[in-house]
């Protein structure tokens, strides 16, 4: 079956107002290196609403422009020098919506193979669609740079959160012994990863510290919420800890955790795409992710609330105005 030459998209003409047109379009072309897939799902996540409302200068592509992060879909086409995917091949990927990169509020979307993986087969599409930006942001902070593993003591900063819950499960998978602060409504999630919650507005720093670690403090810190969640990691780390953040843009004193031998580690998932390098570690780690929901090892939280192409608009203020629980995620086919 021939493709076919147009296809419906979204497009961003104007970050002040931030509204996103459909338009027909022609289906891209797949370069050297690249896939043509045709987009099923399309996962949102915070940097896409910041990015279409002008907030995001690191990564705002020039316009007009297609956004969106995350996707998932089916390969159409292979590149000139693609062998590690078939047409037909159902994939998932943190592979747009940023700079020069075209994303996946569209039919069909030319990406990197090498910032692709199949999707695991025991879920679908739009549960995987669910998955890229938040797991590989928090693999990176606890398995990139903290190395966590079997014996530690780790904390996690908004663990309902998209990359608070992938961080929780990961954690866990590797044997650590997990922690989540959350606010009481949510802390059944928590719960069900496995993980010890933690409400942070019914006691302090100290107090937590002193209950779950003797006073020792936590082992692991990964904080996904910036701000005084932060300012707290410093209080509540362990002698020569490693605190990971992906949401450390405000300034802070490093005092409280330099007194204890603290390593800080920032976590920019969108560098590989923006910078060109480091994106095969992305592929890979999408792999690893796949095998651990074939083995039972994580599952996507995702919103119950569903949008169509159309809805996208709704979708980003969803994920904004905090309405949705667990991710939100746009069904492009």
Known sequence: MSLPTTMRALVLHDYASGQLIEQQLPVPKAGPGEVLV????????????KIRTGNAPYAMPELPAIIGTDLA????????????FSIGDEVYGL????????????QYAA????????????????????????????????????????GHKVLVHGGAGGVGHA??????????????????GKRSI???YGAT??????????????????????????????????????????????????AAFGQHSLAA???????????????????????????EILKAAAQMVEQGQFVPLLDEQRYALAEAHAAHDAVQQGKALGKVVIDIA
């Open 38 to 49: 045709r987009v099923v799902a399309s996962g949102v996540n915070p940097i896409d609403y």
């Open 73 to 84: 879909g089916v390969v159409e086409a292979l590149g000139a020098g693609v062998t590690c």
């Open 95 to 106: 592979t747009g919506g940023v700079r020069g990169l075209q994303g996946s509020l569209a």
């Open 111 to 150: 990406v990197d193979a090498q910032l692709l993986a199949h999707k695991p087969r025991n879920i679908s599409l739009r549960q995987a669609a669910a998955m890229p930006l938040v797991f590989l942001t928090a693999w990176e902070g606890l398995v990139d740079r903290a190395k966590v593993g079997a």
């Open 167 to 184: 961080a929780v499960q990961i954690a866990r998978s590797l044997g650590a012994e997990v922690f989540a602060t959350v606010s009481a």
């Open 190 to 192: 928590v719960e069900g």
């Open 197 to 246: 919650a933690i409400d942070y507005r019914t006691g302090s720093v100290a107090d937590y510290v002193a209950a779950h670690t003797a006073g020792a403090g936590f082992d692991v810190i990964y904080d996904t919420v910036g701000g005084a969640s932060l300012d707290a990691s410093f209080e509540a780390i362990a002698p020569y800890g490693h605190i990971a953040s992906c």
């Open 257 to 283: 955790g330099s007194l204890r031998c603290m390593t800080l580690s920032g976590v920019f998932v969108l560098l590989p795409m923006l910078s060109g390098n480091g994106r095969a570690h992305h592929g």
